[in-house]
């Protein structure tokens, strides 16, 4: 049986959101066991039976938009027009039954929808949610911000990500109260805060609905899959769509 986590906001019926664990599968070790990548060294046919699953059991409309995620702050929109891997690290979509979907491993997802129907899903490393991948991705919604409502999935947390300085100082260009989510460990890095690097951007992006963030990838090897834990691993998926 495949083990989920529900997004802790609001409910709205036609939304339907969700990330995976590592439980429910059929890989193998270090992919072990429901690994969704089939860019990690896996098994094709166990990351295809996953993937089979997946859709089973969640009962999901149509096949995710399984995109090809480089750290950018490229964004698509579905519907596509072919059939190719998309390179992009967000999609977007008001059509029913489009699912959106990120891959992580320590990076974040983050999900948002809105009350007049819009949906993304956006993978955020520190590197991507720097250059503004969270920004690209409104930039793509018509409803007012107050009527967007995002999700912070699953990422490693303040007390295990590690950065240098060249890093922070990205953050403290962009804005100085960047700061604050940065602590020097004693050993010329510093520990980040992630999740709340994420909700300035968003908060600086107009948006007051903002859910999530209380998870550790890397310090759960039971529940989660890390690169930073283990390099060779799998990648859990955080999807969305409308019913």
């Known amino acids: 049986m495949i083990t989920t986590i529900t997004p802790d906001w609001p409910m709205v019926a036609q939304v339907k959101a969700y990330t995976t664990t590592r439980y429910g599968g059929v ?3 270090p992919y072990d066991s429901f690994n969704l990548a089939t860019h990690v060294g896996d098994d094709l046919q166990h990351v295809l039976r996953n993937r089979q699953r997946l859709r089973h059991l969640l009962a999901l409309p149509s096949e995710p938009v399984w995109l090809s995620q480089t750290h950018s702050t490229q964004v698509i929109k579905l519907p ?15 059509q029913r039954h489009q699912i959106c979907a990120v891959m992580t491993a320590d990076c974040l997802p983050v999900l948002f929808y ?8 956006a993978h955020a490393g520190w590197r991507g949610l720097s250059e503004g991948i969270l920004e690209n991705t409104l930039a793509y919604f018509q409803a007012e911000r107050q009527d967007i409502i995002a999700w912070l999935g699953p990422a490693i ?35 980040t805060n992630i999740y709340l690097l994420a909700r300035q951007r968003l908060k600086q992006a107009g948006l007051n609905k903002i859910y999530g963030g209380r998870y550790c990838t ?5 529940l989660f899959f890390s690169y930073r834990r283990q390099k060779q691993t799998g990648r859990m998926v955080s999807l969305i769509w409308l019913e």
């Open 218 to 222: 890397m310090k759960d090897p039971h």
């Open 80 to 94: 596509l027009t072919d059939n190719l891997i998309p390179e992009a690290d967000a999609a977007y979509t008001q």
């Open 27 to 29: 890989s193998l070790p």
């Open 157 to 191: 947390g303040p007390e295990a990500f590690e950065v240098g300085d060249d890093v922070r100082q990205q953050f403290i260009q962009h804005d100085p109260n960047a700061k604050q989510a940065f602590i020097a460990n004693g050993r010329d890095k510093f520990l």
């Open 114 to 121: 809105s009350s007049s129907g819009e949906i993304a899903a």
